[in-house]
Each structure stands twice: as C-alpha cells, then as structure tokens.
C-alpha cells in the first residue's frame, strides 16, 4: 500500500502498544476490525447512532467509527476483547449471559462496553442511570428488558469482588 | 474434572430418558420433560458475549479487497451512459463492474414475469445498483465510487401510493401501476350482515412503511476456488442464498456453498439474498481474490427491504350482544417498484381471527418508485391488527360491553378464512385473553383509572389487542442428522439458522432431552450448504416447529440403533432395553445392563449417526399460534407525549421449549412493535425529489432504551399441541409483535379519547388530534 499519504500513530489497545501506519481518515473502528482483527466492536451505521462500535477510551465509552484512529493516540483503549481475563468472562459478560441479554447479539459488545462504562463511573446506579447509560445503544431485537436486568445483576456480581 | 465428567463416561446429569418408539413408531409426546421447557442461557452465550463469534461482516480472508455499489441517486431515471475510466485509475482499484462487462450480462427476478438486469439501464427506484467497485479499502472502494461518471434521463416519479393509479401519474412499468388484478376474497353476505347488525361502523385506518435495519449490514465476504464460489452471508437461510445465486450465475448447485453461522438480524429482510451478493461474487471472480461487500447503512434503507405502507377500511357490523355480524374490508399497499407482495396478508386477521360469517376483504397492490420491500416479521398482520383490532374495540364501547368480552365472544374454533373450514389443532385465544386479562388485573385497572380525579394534563388508559399468525406451524422439508460418538458427546447437525431466536439452544435441549446427555457436550454445527443438511430459511415462526421434531426423530434414530447393539452385547431382545442415565439396562432383569460408552457396537462404528426428517402436518388441520397484549399508557394531554408504563404479553405457542428464550421474544417482539406504532416511518418526498428523506438511525428513530416500558411481563399460555408435531411447540417470533401497535393505540383512546388511525402515533400527531378535538367540542 502506498505510504506517502499514511501517519505512524501508536495505540494503545487492551493494555498493549500497537505501531500502525494510518490513513488519517481511517477511524478507530476501522483499525481495530479490519487491520487489528478485534471484531467484537461492530459496524452498524458508520454514523454514531447505533453504538455498536462502543468501546472505552480512558473508561469512558466512545463510537469507535466516529472516532479518527489518529485521534486516539495516547488514550487507553478498552474493547470488549479486552474486558475478558484469558478465556474467563467479565462480570458484566457473565450477567448478559446468566439474563440472556441478548438475541442476535450484535449489538452486544457495544451494550456491554456501555454497561461497562456506566459501572466504572458509577457502581450501584439506578434503573434510570441504566437506561440513560444504554440509550446510545439500538437494540433491533429488543432485548432491553434482560439487558436492564444483565447490568443490575453486574452492579451486585461486582460490588461483591 | 469433576466425577461426573470423567473420560470415557456418558455425559449425563442423571437424567432418564423418554421411552424409546420401536422403528417407523409415532413418538409420544414428551410426558414429564426434564430440559425442554426449562430455563437454559444459550449454548453460544459465551461466544456472543465474548467477542468469539464471527459474524459474516467480521470475517477478514487473506488477500481480501472491499467492495462498494454505485447507486442510483434518482427514484427513477434512465442511464445513457456510465464513464468508469477515472475509477479503474484510482489507487487501491482492483475490479470494477457494471452493465457492460460481459460477466455481468445477467438477469435477475423478482417474479415468473418480471426480471431485469443485473445491472439495468432503467432504474426504478432510488438506490438502484448500477456499478461496483473493489479495492484494498472500503475507503478507496468509495473514492472510485464517487468518481464513476453517469448520464442519466431523469424521469418522472410516482413515490406515494395512494396517487400510483391516479390519472397521469407516471407509468413504472409498460403495464401501469398496478401489481396485478386486485385481489378479493369474500364469505356469505355482508350486505346482509350489516342489516343484521345494531351497530356499523366505518373507518380508515393506515400504517406507514416500516424498515428492517437490523444491526449487521445485508452483505456477504465471497471468494472462488476454482470454480467454487464460497459465500459468507449475513443470512437468515443458506440454502435460500444458495439457490437464488445458482441460478443467476447458471451454476450448479454443488459449485455454491453458503455459510452463514452467525447474522446480526434479519427480521426478514435476510431470507433472500440481494443483488450485492451476486455482484461481491463477481467482483471477486474479477480481482481473482476475496471481496466483502457490506452494504452502508443507508443503503439498507433503500434496498434491502420494508414493510409496506397500508391504506386501509373496515366497515363492521355487531350485535349488540357481541355477535359480529359483517367485515368488510379494503387495503391498498405497495410493494415498491417490482412484484413484492405490497398487500401480502394485510386481510388475513379481518378473515380469521374472529367468528364472522360474512366478510369481503380487497386487495391493491400498486407499484411506485422506491425500494422493493422483502417479507418482515409477520407480514401484513401488524398492519391489519391495526385497523381490526382499533374497530373491536370502538365496537366494544358502541355496544357497552368490555374489549375483551367482546373478543372471547367471537373465538373461532376452526379458520373460517381456509377452504373446508378446517379446525385449528389448538387455539390458545381464549386463555390468552382470559389470563392476560387476570395477570394484568384488566378489570381492577380499568376501575381505578374510570375512578380516578383527572387533574393536570396526564391522563391513563389501558388497552389490549389479540391476534392469531397465519404460519407458526412449520412443516418439511428438513433434515437433521445426531452423531453419538464413543465417548457418549453428540454432534448435532443442521442447516437452519439461528436469527438470534435461540434455535440451537432448542435443538440442544430437544437432543439433551431425547438422549440424556448434558446440554454442553452436545456440539452443533449449522447453515452451511457445503457441510449440513437441507433447512429452509429462518422465518415466520416456522423453525423451532420444523427443526425442533426433526432434531427429536434423529435423536431416536440414534436411540433406536444403540438399543440394538446393546441387545447384541447383552444377548437379549432389544424390546426390553431402556436407555437412561448412561447405560442400557433391561426393566426385567438388573443384571443386563451396560454402559453406553462400553457397547461394542458403538466402539467398532465410531459412532452412531441417526437421521430425522421433518414428518408431514396432519391432513385437514390449521397450526397457528395465537397471542394478546395488554398495556397502560400514560398521555400528556398537553403535549402529546404518551409514555408506556407497562406491556404483558400473553401467547399459546404450543410448548414452551427454553422459558428464558422465549420470554426475550415476547419483550423484543413487543420493543418492535411499539416502534412500528409510535415512531417508524419512511419518508419519502414525495411532491420534490422522490427521495428517501431520512434514511439513517438518526431521522429513522427505533425505539431505544429510554422507550421501553418500566415493567414487562410474560405469560406463557403452556398447551402443548400434540397434534402440530411431536414436540408440540408452534412458533412464536411473529405473535409476539403483531397485536402492539394496536393495543397502544386502544390504550392512548382509553386515556384520551382520541382515536389514532394513522401510524406513528407521536407527540405531533396527537396534538395536532387534541386541537382538531377541542375545537369540534
């Protein structure tokens, strides 16, 4: 591939460095599926309305197709792959999975980056910090209801560690 | 390891298992079931909260290039020209295609008698494909996009249906405008029934057109080997998208293998492949190396799609004891721009549902220029529920009588639509609305909102709907296979998708239960036409019922066979043998028993590989699920806001198989359903440009999180129907959202008074009503 039009950025990915020569239009998303391989974050719209690409920069969850990869230089990154111990599920994994939180489950790995991000700010939150939370996040198959109860499940799973 | 897991053992929790059925038998239905029925997360959760699935638009082959489609910006127009030179130029271009390469010189149907071009000259529909591109990145694949140059006529367009046959509107094909002949349908007399009756009523009714989107784009990764073509789809039914791109590409069936282990949703839009399959597959065959082709979101919006928009009326006729004497009934609808069952079904609940001799329904099913629609969940129920279950209701209150005693006084027992009025195996609509009604404490709500003071501006209302699915019953083809290996483990496999419906979790279950063996040690593998057997694709309600009695009969199979061998290790007739808790045992004599993973028959063959096929439906006999809803709301009279407090759903589906997974298919069924009442529709513009105004999440708005009812509740009506198969379990995808919309608007009149016919029932179309209203008084 042609360079001359390419930026080096290094990203910080799940905990390890990445050196990646960049188009500067490339967005986070785009890097992580397509030249990384970590496709739990979903293309949906390209357009940030369905959050299926939500992962977390510096705790924080973000559209990863809105989000330029050479401006996610220097944060740290956190995708859904990264939220798992080994092979071991997250607590927040084992809730969706214990609520079946999901049916398709492609919208998953965004809910639960977005739960996750709620937790890490704020660990016992309401049922309305719940939906608040979420509602950057579609759900086709309407599975809200057992995410609400996935996350609660979570706030307990984890207050208890 | 635990003991139970030892190497070498029969992986049991201990559980007996159903009696064995001799060879060619009927098999019992399942008496005291041990996993069906119960409460199982599914066998690939961890997969799908892991990030381990792959979905088709996740999968990323060697040496693979990304494909994008030039679209036609008008809703109709005629290409004199297409410059393709600038793009073949560009960085990154490896393919580009379009009307003039000869690979692409094919033809594709939409019905016997219509079929176009692959790549036509005459686009009918905004979005229509016109040129493809591949290249080293989705991004350099739009750069050449962007730069194909196209001349084209630009003509005049017809974009709302209810102008399509209206004198001078433009013709979209050399026919005119109308699909077919109108379709009608009528049973006794209803000019006779409306004389019978106390009370007529006449109203018009319609429902905007509804879009799909589910989360994972339409699209597929295609690649050859040699002259295999091997094709990764987001799909609800491989052996669909095999078929269909056979025969566009003249190949044979052998030469096309289709994969498609996960997909991000599909609601219906997924059961057929799109022309973007066939054309990733000639961009791969071009560039000699692997293409992903997955469509954008906007492109979803405009080719991949809808539920049509109804226009509807419905005169009816009761009496004042409940007795529906007439329905007649009048739909026009559109498929878009070729044959898509534009009116499909719309009447099928006014002709059925209820008790009525005397019913005429119409059908006009017009072309216009935009997107054909594909079949989505439930076709022309949610639509029909609309307007017939509004009118019941209004009927209730003409004649004083409760919603629902007006229902349960109309239930059929057989389908009066059907030819021989044959009688459904089961119908659950009785206890759906009795239960329902008793679980939701209809009458005590009811009571507390008639007593309650209204002061300010919020008022509440409660509502129901029921209705009843034309399919749900499944029926062949279908074949599924269950190894047993030595070891006791079972491999079961079969061609159905799982849409996300928990499929393979009730097959696991179904084969857990049949065989004893642990839900976790039973591997699946599915959709793949290159490797599992023949399903047809995932929809309508119809795949538990068609998969799940296939998956029992090879599961016995495999009973059948292992009891035979252990008869020849213990030297006895088979016929006493009895399979449970991981041995073979005679009932008669203790002594003769062995371990399953001990029989010598089984150690010599590997394994044991039974074979089930989906059995006929019983001749003469309707298998349809039923279902009511029933919900509160809360109106701002002032601004129109209506928030939703609370959703129960009630469905006979026959047996409940996994309660965990189905209780999600009611909420999710009900999430869509809301979104079909109260904020979806396409919007074209109509009198301007003809364009599709608001195609993106952001304009298009599904419901959210924030939309949900704070509490929902499940009941499941828990017959099961011996008579529908030998699992007893009809399908539940499509009930579960077809009666929504119109409990909410029932609930809205309930608080308001206000009737809401038309869809989306939102702020401004309330205020707009309550202004209209207050000046009436």
Known sequence: ?????????????????????????WSLLFVLRERLGLTAA???????????????????PRYACMTLAVEAEGADILTLEGLMAGEALSAIQEAFLEHDAFQCGYCTPGQI?????????????????????????LCRCGAYTHIFQAVRRAAELRQKT | MTKKEEKGAYYTEGLSVPETPEPGEVPKPWSKPQVIGTWRPRVDAYERVSGSAIYPSDLNLPHMLYGSILRCPY???????????????????????????????????????????LFDPQCRYEGETIAAVAAETPYQAWDAVRVIHVEYDVLPFVADERKALQPGAPQIHDGGNLVGPKETYSRGNVEVGFVQADVVLEERYRTECELHTPLEL???????????????????????????????????????????????GGFGSKLQPGKYTVIAALLAKKAARPVKLFLTREETYLCAGNRPPANMRLKAGVKKDGTLTALDFSVTGTGGAYPAGGTDLVDWLIRDLYTCPNVRTEKTDVYINAGPARPFRAPGHPQGSWALEQMLDALAEAIEMDPIELRLKNVPSYSQARQGNPPYTATGLKECLEQGAHVFRWNERRKQIKDAEQKGPLRRGVGVASCLWNGGGGGPPSTVTVTLFSDGTVNLNMGASDIGTGTKTVMAMVAAEELGVRMNMIRIEHADTGTTQYATPSGGSKTVPTEAPAVRSAAIHVKQQLLQMAADDLQTDSSCLRLGKGEVFCEKEASKRIRVSDISGLKRQGVVIGVGYRGPNPAGKVINPFAAQFCEVE?????????????????????????????????????????????????LDANRTGKMVNKNWHDYKLPTALDMPRHMESLPIDIPDPEANITGAKGLGEPVTIPTAAAIANAVYH???????????????????????????
């Not at chain 1, 591939?1 to 239009?25: F, Q, Y």
């Open chain 2, 751 to 777: 608080a308001t008074g206000i009737r809401v016919r038309e869809t989306v029932l939102n702020p401004t179309r309330l205020s707009i009503l309550f202004s209209e209203h207050s000046k009436e008084k």
């Open chain 1, 113 to 137: 980056m977005a739960a996750e991000g709620l937790l890490r700010t704020s660990p016992d939150p309401t049922d309305e910090e719940i939906r608040e939370s979420l509602s950057g996040n």
């Open chain 1, 42 to 60: 979903k293309m949906g719209c390209e357009r940030g309305e369905c959050g299926a690409c939500t992962v977390l920069m510096d705790n924080l």
């Open chain 2, 218 to 264: 339409h699209g597929c990764v295609a690649h050859w080997e040699g002259d295999l073509l091997i094709i990764h789809e987001s799909t609800q039914g491989v052996y669909g998208v095999q078929s269909k791109v056979a025969q566009v590409l003249g190949l044979p069936l052998s030469k096309v293998r289709v994969i498609g282990h996960y997909l991000g």
């Open chain 2, 635 to 683: 109106v701002n009279i002032k601004t129109g806001e209506v928030k939703i407090l609370e959703f129960l759903g009630a469905n006979e589906s026959g047996r409940v198989m996994n309660h965990l997974t189905y209780n999600n298919q009611v909420y999710g069924g009900i999430a869509m359903g809301i979104g079909f009442a109260m904020t979806e529709v396409r919007i």
């Open chain 2, 75 to 117: 809703p109709h127009a005629r290409i004199r020209k297409v410059n393709m030179s600038r793009a073949e130029r560009l960085p990154g271009v490896r393919a580009v295609i379009n009307a003039n390469t000869p690979e692409a010189d094919l033809y594709w149907s939409y019905s016997k008698e219509v079929r176009t071009k």
């Open chain 1, 1 to 25: 591939m042609d360079s001359t039009n390419m930026a080096r950025i290094t990203l910080r990915i799940n905990g390890k460095t990445h050196d990646l020569l960049v188009e500067p239009r």
